[in-house]
C-alpha cells in the first residue's frame, strides 16, 4: 500500500503543478472560473507536497510506516473533501 500512496502522492503534485501552470499561462478551464481551478490545484499541491514530505521523513526514520501510511490517506480524504465542497460552492458547471 505504501509504493500505491507515493506513486498516487507523485501523480497529485505532478497533474497539479502542470495544471497551474496550464492555467497560469492563459488557458481557461471548461468548467467554472479561474480562480476556482487555481484554488483546488493549488490544495491539491500543498496537499500531496505534504504527502511526500511524509516519505521523507520516513527514509530518514522520523515517523513510522504506520503513521504515514494513516495520515497520507487522512490527507488524501480531506483533500477529496475540501475539493467536492470547493466545487459545489463555486460555479462550477459540468
Same mark, same amino acid.
Given at each position: 500500500m505504501l509504493n500505491f500512496?507515493?506513486?498516487f502522492s507523485w501523480l497529485?503534485?505532478?497533474?497539479?503543478v502542470v495544471g497551474f501552470l496550464v492555467v497560469a499561462l492563459g488557458f481557461k478551464p471548461d468548467i467554472g472560473p479561474v480562480a476556482s481551478a487555481l484554488g483546488i490545484l493549488g490544495t491539491q499541491v500543498i496537499f500531496s507536497a505534504m504527502i511526500l514530505y511524509g516519505f521523507r521523513?520516513?527514509?530518514q526514520g522520523r515517523i513510522g510506516r504506520n /503513521?504515514?501510511?494513516y495520515v497520507s490517506w487522512i490527507i488524501v480524504?480531506?483533500?477529496?473533501i475540501i475539493g467536492q465542497v470547493w466545487i459545489n460552492i463555486s460555479?462550477? /458547471?459540468?
Open positions: 500512496l507515493g506513486i497529485l503534485f505532478t497533474f497539479g521523513l520516513h527514509r /503513521n504515514l501510511v480524504a480531506a483533500l477529496m460555479d462550477v /458547471n459540468f
